[in-house]
């Protein structure tokens, strides 16, 4: 047994359990953007005399961050080259844009006020329309593997909408470029329909059909 996990084992026993971290626990977390700086300006303002922990370097006060872009070029990076899976998303949303702006041209009359050309916006509605709520997890009683729904956390759920996603874009045929079959199944999920949510859909199926070994969880 390794030293931390001695650590771990006999910090278990004390009622409070102290997380690794080079900060200590009465250090505040930092607010970076702007917004939210204003959003919580009475509760900031308590925190004149308290230590801040050091942002991280990824984090931007720029109105152009986006969390959800952030995450999405860290799911695309392949061996650590970041520039380019920028790049990637990059062509990605200007494809959006450019697909969007052509049918909102082609379109006539009240129909053209109906249709969504931010980029950003159509990622958030597609990522949002890919998140499963629900998961089917084995659970072993009797000999006899269940398979048993449980629900997911936030963060998990977002993972997955993204990774199915890519998934889906990078099994379409390869002669097709990845900023061209992303933005295709952005676009589809974003108006509800296309693989990724035909996906979800079967799993919370398939979630709803084992809901008999719901029990499981807990015995």
Request: with cysteine; glycine share 4%.
């Amino acid at each position: 047994m390794s030293f931390l996990s001695r650590l771990a084992v006999k910090s278990s026993g004390f009622s409070c359990i102290r997380r690794m971290s080079v900060y200590p626990q009465h250090y505040a977390e930092p607010v970076v953007q702007k917004n939210k700086q204003i959003e919580q300006k009475s509760e900031l303002a308590k925190l004149h005399h308290v230590p801040i922990k050091a942002a991280v370097n990824k984090a931007s006060d720029t109105v152009f961050h986006d969390d959800t872009k952030e995450k999405m070029v860290n799911y695309i990076t392949k061996k650590g080259n970041s520039a380019l899976a920028r790049s990637l998303l990059s062509k990605t949303m200007e494809l959006i844009k450019r697909t969007q702006t052509e049918h909102m041209n082609l379109a006539k009359g009240d129909d053209k006020d109906k249709i969504n050309t931010n980029a950003e916006t159509l990622l958030k509605q597609a990522v949002e329309n890919c998140r499963p709520l629900l998961q089917v997890t084995a659970i072993k009683r009797g000999g006899v593997n269940y398979q048993v729904p449980v629900p997911i956390t936030t963060k998990r759920s977002y993972f997955l909408a993204m990774k199915w996603l890519l998934e889906a874009a990078r099994e379409k045929e390869r002669k097709v470029s990845l900023p061209e079959k992303l933005a295709w199944e952005i676009l589809d999920a974003a108006h509800g329909q296309g693989r990724v949510v035909k996906r979800k859909d079967d799993l919370h199926r398939q979630c709803e059909s084992n809901r008999a070994y719901a029990h499981y969880r807990w015995s």
